[in-house]
């Protein structure tokens, strides 16, 4: 079986958008409306500045993807970059598929001049945080505090 890393194209927004809906269910038991992230979906697309999807390929079918997104920071003079979105369909996992994807980010930020690579993960999913620790990811010292402004 091959696995391979691509860059996400427009024609992809559709399945981005369906796993977004599965993974909000899974990790938070949120219901996502589909319009709505179908838009988001597609406003990635639409301003590159916003960031870009990476989605995953094993045997030319599609099996996840996930969202980098940029950070600046002032202290490091470069760019964090985020990885978000996260979904691996449920018959490829564990099967080195998020590997995969993380692997290519962390060699594209290090290729564009990024200062890290960063991601958060639920406080009760110790299942994603095993997998972050044992790719020598770093559990950091910061609360995440927000402030919901519309839902």
Not at 31 to 56: C, H, K, N, Q, S
Not at 85 to 107: K, Q
Request: hydrophobic share 40%; aromatic share 12%; proline share 2%.
């Amino acid at each position: 079986m091959t696995l391979t890393i691509r860059a996400a194209a427009v024609d992809d927004a559709d399945d981005i958008a369906r796993w977004n809906i599965a993974m909000a269910w899974e990790t938070e038991r949120k219901t996502l409306d589909p319009d709505t992230i179908g838009r988001g979906v597609r406003a990635v697309f639409a301003e590159p500045r916003r960031g870009f999807y990476l989605v995953a390929e094993r045997d030319g079918a599609a099996v996840g993807c996930l969202l980098v997104t940029y950070e600046w920071s002032d202290w490091r003079c470069g760019d964090f970059w985020w990885i978000q979105s996260v979904y691996v369909a449920p018959e490829a996992r564990r099967g080195g598929v998020f590997r995969s994807l993380y692997e290519s980010v962390r060699s594209k930020a290090e290729a564009a001049g990024a200062v890290g690579v960063r991601l958060y993960v639920e406080t009760e999913n110790e299942r994603a945080q095993a997998t972050y620790r044992g790719l020598g990811m770093e559990r950091c010292h910061y609360y995440m505090y927000e402030a919901m402004l519309r839902d």
